[in-house]
């Protein structure tokens, strides 16, 4: 059973564009349906790696996460769940935004991922995965108004 969960799409701007955006690491709040509010504890910046950021969405659920990793060569964001409202269907995960860009067209390819812990089901990775690809088409939707 994979651990793992990925979802991308194409996003008809240039990488330059997306990644200003998608680098912040409260960007889930301006760009995801489902989220009510971000908020970055104890002042720290969106940009830097340790910051957490607290989730609601509008469901009600709460979620921490650690900024991990914030890479502007490779265009990769990552952070970690540290804490949650809500029973977690794994005990650990690690979720990774890349961008990639598409020459052709100066387009971007974004990829969001995630590894769980092994103690996962298959369900919540199939979830996960599907929730990702529904986030990038939230975000692309608001990026190409």
């Known amino acids: 059973m994979s651990t793992r969960a990925v979802a991308s799409i194409v996003f008809p701007l240039p990488i330059e564009s997306v990644w200003t955006?998608?680098?912040?690491?409260?960007?889930?709040?301006?760009?995801?349906?489902?989220?009510?509010?971000?908020?970055?504890?104890?002042?720290?910046?969106?940009?830097a790696v340790?910051?957490?950021?607290?989730?609601?969405?509008?469901?009600?659920?709460?979620?921490?996460d650690r900024l991990i990793a914030l890479n502007d060569q490779y265009r990769t964001l990552t952070w970690e769940m540290i804490e949650s409202n809500f029973p977690a269907e794994a005990s650990a995960s690690i979720t990774t935004i890349t961008l990639y860009r598409v020459t052709e067209h100066n387009h971007t390819l974004v990829?969001?991922?995630?590894?769980?812990?092994?103690?996962?089901?298959?369900?919540?990775?199939?979830?996960?995965?599907?929730?990702f690809l529904s986030n990038l088409q939230d975000v692309r939707k608001n990026l190409t108004k």
């Open 21 to 47: 955006e998608l680098r912040d690491f409260t960007f889930v709040g301006k760009h995801i349906s489902t989220i009510d509010s971000v908020k970055i504890e104890d002042n720290a910046s969106p940009f």
């Open 50 to 64: 340790g910051s957490v950021r607290t989730l609601q969405w509008k469901s009600g659920e709460i979620r921490k």
């Open 111 to 131: 990829e969001w991922s995630a590894d769980f812990s092994a103690d996962v089901t298959n369900d919540f990775v199939v979830y996960n995965q599907k929730s």
